[in-house]
């Protein structure tokens, strides 16, 4: 009898506790688009695309108009949206599938298998882009992402499940990506029976100002904008969905996009065409003078997973998360303390290494290219695109506003301000008018980076201010040969008949030559040229030398220019190229072949001396070291503190140009 009773008992709380359960269920839809701009749905201001379902929705919600991915790149966006972490510390650093395998730490918990711990029934359908696979996912069907109708017909299914658990179901739809990476693959991939196709002239379509006016843009947009109605479509159908089910004045509905289009300017970059997203939140919880607002809070998908935390009343992880929930935000045009977010990206493909580091404030966006030296590599699909290879067929030099070149070729840290430059054309970060700006931002960013283990921080140093970056220390090489004439510069030994200016060339020539010093004195400095050898051509770069008739190699001392292949007498060690004349070697190999141009360096500061040709050192040296009375006494010059610097020619043809100093 004993045991009867505890069983009735145990029977009624469980059925008390689910019923409980049951009634504070709060479930979470995801509509989550792939490739889509923020602007690009007609609640967003769009007069062209028909979107009426995400329209509704809107009306329905409340609308975001400062929202971002913090990685225009699929994959890596996925990790971002599913984790709450950034690209640079979840591990999944960019693309998971095929050959670029990138994958989450094992640490890291996804908000399935979150929610999974929290009793909840979770749905996959579509597109995922997370890897490892997620074994906690319930309802995770094959299908492809293109197939909008059929990925609506699978959330009918999972919706009419009998279950008194909550759910968390996403459908990761695969339109409007791409739009077209061959002209002929336009619109819709796959065409289901039941849907309607949109049908877009792309003469009446409005080219944003980050592509170029061209034909095959057009074209491009119309199959995009075709992409983006059908995908609404399905929408529309999972809503109706929701709705018949009973379950809409429970569900939190997210719509949002991975990040912008995959046309150049956009894929894979922090500029606005890129990580600008539609976001869309309807709490059914919320009263109907709620509805249709429009929220100016800055907000990323960093934010996604901890707001499903929020609504569900799920325990996060043990490491803290890199976003926080949007719910206080929703139904509230503005809320205090959301006036800006931070965006990281790392890789797109495994062969595109692009780090990049961003904060974006209301007015302004500041961007640090950790990688600045190197050439932009685009991904793929933009590489494949007709918009891409026409403008490099017509050898365009712009990209919408842009040109082709700083496209491709960035500076270290870029600093826009957003309202009166909202193409992100001028770059602000070097100006003296804005480095209060740029350093309030670097600092900000800085503090968010070490507080998110930015482990890039370990190789790379942002530059707060203009003078710390190197491509400002470039910047304080002055040049020494105007290209024109000789101002600036005196010659000694006029005997040898001198130099002359050719084209833009400071020439020694065969039947001239003498000692061409500069005017002014230089103790430490790095010496930066470009020279041309003749066959057997023999000059030299006198440092801190004074102004002699003869003897400059003593007087002073002298970096050795001369053809080491082509020299008709026996050479030295001392007197090959670069040495220091008589005193000490220079290693060989570094020098082009005669007829083409090479480029030193010297660096003098102190007592030492580096030499690097064709950016391979050839000589380091400290002259402190040398202690032999002889070589001392014969070379008097080699403990001068200052002196000028000069062009030592011997009556061979050689070229300069590009002659720059920069003083220590």
């Known amino acids: 009898m004993r045991f009867l009773f505890y069983l009735l008992v145990f029977t009624s709380l469980t059925q008390t506790s689910n019923s409980l359960f049951s009634a504070e269920q709060r479930n979470v839809l995801i509509l989550f688009s792939d490739n889509q701009n923020w602007n690009d749905c007609g609640c967003y201001g769009n007069q062209i695309v028909k979107t009426p379902n995400i329209d509704l929705l809107a009306r329905e919600g409340t609308r975001y108009q400062q929202a971002f991915a913090t990685t225009a790149s699929c994959g890596p966006c996925r990790g971002v949206f599913y984790t709450g972490l950034h690209v640079h510390a979840n591990g999944q650093y960019g693309h998971p599938h095929g050959d670029h395998n990138f994958r989450l730490k094992p640490k890291v918990k996804t908000i399935f298998s979150l929610l999974a711990q929290n009793h909840y029934r979770t749905g996959m359908i579509g597109k995922y882009h997370l890897f490892p696979e997620d074994t906690t996912i319930d309802f995770k069907p094959k299908i492809n992402g293109y197939r909008a109708k059929g990925m609506a017909d699978l959330a009918d299914d999972f919706l009419k499940q009998k279950s008194d658990q909550p759910f968390f179901l996403v459908m990761g739809f695969h339109d409007p990506h791409p739009t077209s990476r061959t002209q002929p693959e336009l619109g819709v991939k796959v065409k289901e029976q039941g849907m309607t196709l949109e049908t877009y002239d792309p003469n009446s379509i409005t080219v944003p100002s980050y592509l170029p006016d061209r034909p095959e843009v057009r074209q491009g947009l119309a199959g995009y904008y075709q992409q983006i109605s059908y995908m609404d479509a399905a929408i529309g159908r999972i809503l109706k969905s929701l709705k018949a089910a009973g379950k809409a004045d429970n569900t939190l509905v997210i719509f949002t996009s991975d990040h912008g289009s995959s046309e150049p300017g956009a894929m894979a970059n922090h500029y606005e065409p890129g990580v600008r997203i539609p976001f869309i939140v309807r709490n059914p919880q919320l009263k109907q003078e709620s509805a249709g607002v429009v929220s100016d809070s800055l907000v990323s998908l960093l934010d996604v997973t901890p707001t499903i935390l929020d609504w569900t009343n799920t325990k996060g992880p043990r490491y803290p998360l890199h976003g926080r929930s949007v719910l206080p935000t929703v139904g509230k045009t503005n809320t205090p303390g959301w006036d800006e977010t931070f965006l990281s990206h790392v890789f797109h493909e495994v062969t595109m290494y692009y780090p990049m580091r961003t904060i974006r404030t209301r007015d302004f966006k500041l961007i640090w290219n950790l990688e600045w030296r190197s050439r932009y590599p685009l991904p793929i699909d933009t590489l494949s695109r007709a918009t891409w290879n026409e403008t490099l067929r017509l050898q365009e030099p712009l990209l919408g506003q842009r040109t082709v070149k700083k496209f491709l070729f960035r500076d270290e840290v870029e600093l826009y301000d957003l309202k009166n430059d909202p193409d992100e054309v001028i770059n602000l970060a070097c100006q003296p008018e804005y ?70 060339k400071l020439v020694c020539p065969a039947e001239g030559g003498g000692f061409l010093f500069t005017e002014h004195e230089y103790g430490d400095f790095s010496l930066k040229f470009d020279f041309k050898l003749t066959k057997g051509a023999n000059n030299g770069i006198a440092v801190r030398c004074p102004l002699v008739d003869q003897r400059p190699a003593y007087a ?37 072949p005669v007829g083409e141009w090479n480029h030193e360096e010297i660096i003098y500061r102190g007592s030492q001396i580096t030499v690097i040709v064709n950016d391979i050192p050839v000589l380091r040296t400290d002259l402190a070291k040398i202690t032999d009375a002889e070589i001392l006494t014969k070379h008097p010059g080699l403990k001068n503190k200052r002196g000028h610097i000069g062009l030592l020619g011997h009556g061979s043809h050689v070229e300069y140009k590009n002659i720059q100093i920069k003083e220590y």
């Open 435 to 504: 480095q209060a700006v740029r350093k309030t931002l670097s600092e900000k960013l800085l503090k968010h980076l070490e507080q998110t283990d930015d482990l890039w921080l370990k190789q790379y140093t942002l530059p707060v201010s203009c003078n710390t970056t190197a491509a400002d220390q470039q910047s304080e090489y002055k040049s020494l040969f105007n290209g024109r004439d000789l101002t600036g510069w005196t010659l000694k030994r006029a005997n040898r008949k001198g130099y002359r200016v050719e084209e833009g």
């Open 556 to 592: 002073g001392i002298e970096i050795q220019v001369l053809d080491n292949k082509g020299y008709p007498k026996k050479l030295k060690p001392t007197q090959y190229h670069g040495s220091v004349y008589d005193v000490i070697p220079a290693k060989r190999g570094a020098l082009k």
